[in-house]
């Protein structure tokens, strides 16, 4: 079965900005949430696909067609971009119906489409506002609207949830998950946010300097994730050097103060091991991994309490400690940190 | 009658007023109401004698009941007046009369003046106490004893002193009827507007500098119009409406119309489109076109018109082809004319236009794009109505300026007349004065079409509703 969107080594130039080349595929239902730090190409990624930015090598295409030999108009996607960008002189219904222009449709049918993804987003009210007077979030969700009304194929968000405040944020969060299990359109959902992963859960991309870095569910990024880059940027995860090395069929990871057992081969000698901050806990028992170390700074953020330790090593990490026994901490206290998961080891 | 008002307007300073103190106020201008009527009508003391010694009474009750109430300053102040008026100020003045006057005008101040020390920032202190050795210095001494106006200024002083918006107008009214005339009307107006701006400014930032600069700017531009305010309301309406009824000015300003509409709609149909594409692509040669597109401006209009007559004049290769050819002749006709405005009205149109597809963000367009709108479709639906109230003002200073066009004009066509030709003929025929109704006619016509048209361009949309949502 050939994916609904598919990019093969694809890549291009803008300015001094090089994307690519990468390949990704997209299915007919996927949420792909695209996730890289500001600058890593996501948006220009969205622009290349909607046909804003031609694409140099590679291709492009969508249900078995080159999309590159398209014109914007004729690729039948939605593109939400990150500003607000709603039509000032026209009304909100006709912001909405803009595209429905070019649909050829009988005028009673494109009126029911109108006011069906109104309703569904809940703009039945603010049919006959202009765009200066709505919030930030009715403006995002009117040009949600104006981009799903015509039916694309595939749905390009640009930050759909950023510059809102955080009670918006949960609504349109919502919204987009309704709208998602509802019309199943796929979708590619940028974001530089790695919350938005977790809440929309699903496929996820992790980006770096237009290169895609790893692709899968988001939970296996982050618990397997393939490169130091993924596993610092989505996990905020502590990443410590070390070799790998098996003994009497066990893997380990050497480190130059201590030794982790691992959870199975590891096909490449050196590299990293990930030692997440929820992976550490107090309470030490016979036989498990510990670490001394001696506690740089605590911090109360209420469900858990964030240490950042020094490791014999010299390395600072950070643990995530839940448990009535952290208010007692303080800076210069030795403590004995317990790995409550086996770590996680990563190519170098 | 300045014993009548004297009690209450001396009254004042016990404002929080009690029972007693409106009494005592009441009691003594019924008394000073009998007193005079009886006394004059014996005719025993001359009557504004008696009022002057009534004044005096009454201000020295007031003091006294000030002091009593604990006011030193107030109470202490009027007593004083009261005392130096009665000692001194009295022989001083010419007549009785004049002596209340200042008696009263000078308890006015005092307490206009404490009351600004005690409620108000020093600064209000500083600018009451100033503006009154300011006002002093100019009736008194530079104008050598203008007592009378003096006095009278002193209560516009006392009544605007609280407030230094007020206190400006004050200033303005003053220095245009002092300094001024004989066009003291006309500098009081521009000062007005200067004012009424600048006290009306609100903006985001809170810069004296700005403000300076826009009184700057005002001061300029209307002293710039003042020709023409005079030249347009000097003139007998009467005059104005018989020039209008002459068939030669009537077929000017219909050349006139007819010209400068079919020049600007020509360079419309070339103008946008060039706007929009400069607008939207970056090309070789883009910032040379941009300069190409100003040279009209620096361009004498004298030399314009002999550079234009020397193509498409009669003897020329190119005019005498087109004429052969087409039958178009343009020397001495409207579509010399047409020429002529289109060659300097077109930076106007341009510049406008290519500003205003600036201002529509790009990305508008694009959204439009993947919603299905064609390169052309986005343009007309998104671009041009966003555009459109820049293109039009750009239309409208293309109109205006190809009108008003007299250089280049009269080189290539001094017949058929436009109105500025027209103009130009009859001054030389018969000079500036006689001149005058025609000039005002002119003058009305354009200044009328120009701002009916801005008023129309105020109906379009602009972008700015895009952007700024966007923060």
Known sequence: ?????????????????????????????????????????????????????????????????????????????????????????????????????????????????????????????????????????????????????VGPRVLLLDEPLGMLDPNSRADMLETLRTIHDELGTAAIHVTHDREEAWALGGKCAVMRDGRIEQVGPVSELFRQPRTRFVAEFLGGANVLPARFEERDGKWSAVLDWARFELAGPVPFPSGYVQIRPEGLALDPHEGAQTIRCAIVSVADRGVYHELRVRAPGGHVLRAHLVGGRCAGLRPGDEVELRLTELPHPIKG | ???????????????????????????????????????????????????????????????????????????????????????????????????????????????????????????????????????????????????????????????????????????????????????????????????????????????????????????????????????????????????????????????????????????ALFTVPLAYAVSRLRFPGRTLLLSLIDVPIVIPQSVAGIALLGVFGKQQFLGETLFYAFGLRFEGAMLGICLAQVFVAMPFFAKSAIAAFDAVPPGLEMSARTLGASGWSAFRRVALPLASRGVFLGAVLAWARAAGEFGAVIFIAPTPETAPVAAFNRFNSVGVVESGPLVAALLLFSVVMFFLLQLVARSFPTAHGATGDAA
């Open chain 1, 1 to 149: 079965m050939s994916a609904l969107l598919e990019m093969t080594d694809m890549s291009l130039k803008a300015g001094d900005f090089r994307l690519g080349p990468l390949s990704l595929s997209l299915d007919s239902g996927d949420y792909l949430v695209l996730l890289g730090p500001s600058g890593c190409g996501k948006t220009t990624l969205l622009k290349a696909v909607a046909g804003h930015c031609p694409i140099d090598s590679g291709l492009l295409r969508m249900e078995g067609d080159d999309l590159a030999l398209r014109p914007p108009h004729k690729r039948r996607l939605g593109y939400v971009a990150q500003a607000v960008d709603l039509f000032p002189h026209m009304t909100v219904a006709g912001n909405i119906a803009f595209g429905l222009a070019y649909l050829k449709l009988p005028r009673r049918q494109k009126d029911e489409r109108l006011h069906r993804i109104a309703e569904m987003l809940a703009l039945s009210e603010l049919l006959e506002r202009t765009p200066g007077t709505l919030s930030g979030g009715e403006s995002k969700r009117v040009a949600l609207a104006r981009s799903l009304v």
């Open chain 2, 1 to 267: 009658m300045t014993g009548a008002t004297t009690p209450t307007a001396g009254g004042e300073p016990s404002a929080p007023s009690s029972r007693t103190r409106v009494a005592v106020v009441v009691c003594l201008l019924a008394v000073h109401v009998i007193s005079y009527s009886v006394l004059s009508w014996l005719g025993v003391i001359g009557p504004l004698e008696f009022l002057n010694i009534l004044l005096l009474a009454a201000n020295f009750v007031i003091g006294a009941i000030l002091l009593r109430r604990g006011d030193l300053l107030t109470g202490g102040a009027i007593m004083f007046l009261v005392a130096a008026h009665g000692a001194f100020g009295h022989r001083l003045a010419p007549d009785a009369l004049t002596s209340g006057a200042i008696l009263f005008v000078n308890i006015l101040v005092v307490y206009v003046g404490i009351k600004i020390n005690t409620h108000l920032a020093t600064r209000y202190w500083y600018a009451f106490v100033g503006s009154y050795f300011l006002l002093f210095f100019i009736f008194i001494i530079s104008m050598k004893n203008a007592e009378a106006l003096f006095l009278l200024f002193l209560m516009g002083l006392a009544a605007t002193a609280r407030s230094f918006r007020l206190l400006a107008y004050f200033w303005a009214l003053t220095l245009s009827f002092t300094f001024c005339q004989p066009y003291a009307w006309e500098a009081t107006f521009i000062s007005f507007v200067i004012l009424t701006a600048l006290f009306g400014a609100r903006g985001s930032l809170r810069s004296t500098t700005a403000l300076v600069f826009l009184g700057c700017g005002l001061a300029l531009v209307l002293l710039v119009l003042l020709p023409v305010i005079i030249a347009m309301l000097g003139e007998d309406p009467r005059n104005i409406l018989r020039v209008l009824r002459d068939a030669r000015l009537r077929d000017a300003i219909g050349t006139t119309l007819i010209t400068a509409t079919l020049s600007t709609v020509f360079l």
